[in-house]
């Protein structure tokens, strides 16, 4: 009887939060869209677990979705001076961001770990194996990415490439050796090109957890998408997309 009436109760809240955000009639949608398969651009229009998601989440919510570029490195930024609603494309929870921001309930854990060229994997199998004189580690600027390499690397050389959709060709050309990244994005990759390896994916350096930024004023919002997010997920939803966009229900 007890369970029965908090469920209610709570559907009830639901409903009314609902009600009380639903008057803005559309939700802006912040990503930089160059993070595949969470947000990638395609003729202008973004798409990806995060975008798939958050199309769903309107459905469900009565919401229309608008659009914004932004970049990772004013991505917090760009969030917190009104330019959108939710920040997306596989955003990471932080310390830094969570001191300024909100995060909505966590669909998504990896972790950070190397990729390289298929033939060169032997020699990065390990942190220390990657932080050397003379090993080139690049990174796209202004996400976490980057913020793990300046924290954690003192002897490689960091090599910064801004456009994070062909930091791979970097690689592939020989003019870096590494790139430390999400898990998930290095598997991703590999499978889209076989001459680059994931090297160690189920043992990544780190564990992140990622989930969509809001802003502080927006605890209404969240509450709701994280009601529609775990339920969404005890029912299998965000295992299906992720299945659609990587091949794998989850690393």
């Not at 969570?98 to 669909?107: E, Q, V």
């Not at 390499?149 to 003019?175: C, M, P, W, Y």
């Not at 997920?233 to 659609?244: N, S």
């Amino acid at each position: 009887m007890k369970e029965s009436k908090k469920r209610y109760m709570n559907e009830l809240r639901e409903n009314l939060l609902l009600r009380m955000i639903n008057k803005r009639k559309i939700i802006r949608i912040g990503t930089p869209g160059d993070y595949y398969p969470f947000s990638c651009r395609r003729d202008e229009e973004p798409e990806g677990i995060d975008i798939d998601l958050l199309r769903n989440f309107a459905a469900y919510a009565g919401f229309s979705l608008k659009f914004v570029s932004t970049t990772w490195d004013r991505i917090l930024d760009d969030l917190l001076r009104g330019s959108f609603d939710i920040a997306a494309g596989g955003v990471a929870i932080s310390k830094q961001r969570r001191k300024r921001a909100l995060f909505s309930a966590t669909y998504f854990r990896t972790g950070k770990a190397p990729l390289t060229l298929a033939k060169n994997a032997h020699r990065y199998s390990t942190f220390e194996e990657i932080d050397r004189p003379g090993v080139r580690v690049i990174v796209n600027p202004g996400g976490t990415n980057e913020h793990f390499a300046r924290k954690r690397l003192q002897k490689a050389t960091l090599v910064v490439h801004i456009d994070n959709i062909t930091v791979f060709e970097k690689i592939l050309s020989g003019e870096a050796d590494v790139m430390i990244t999400d898990a998930v994005e290095a598997v991703v990759q590999e499978d889209k090109n076989p001459l680059l390896k994931a090297v160690n994916p189920m043992k990544p350096f780190t564990c992140s957890h990622f989930a969509f930024m809001l802003g502080e004023n927006e605890q209404y919002l969240k509450e709701v998408l994280d009601a529609w997010l775990v339920g969404h997920g005890r029912q299998g939803g965000i295992k299906k997309i992720i299945f659609r966009w990587t091949g794998r229900s989850i690393l």
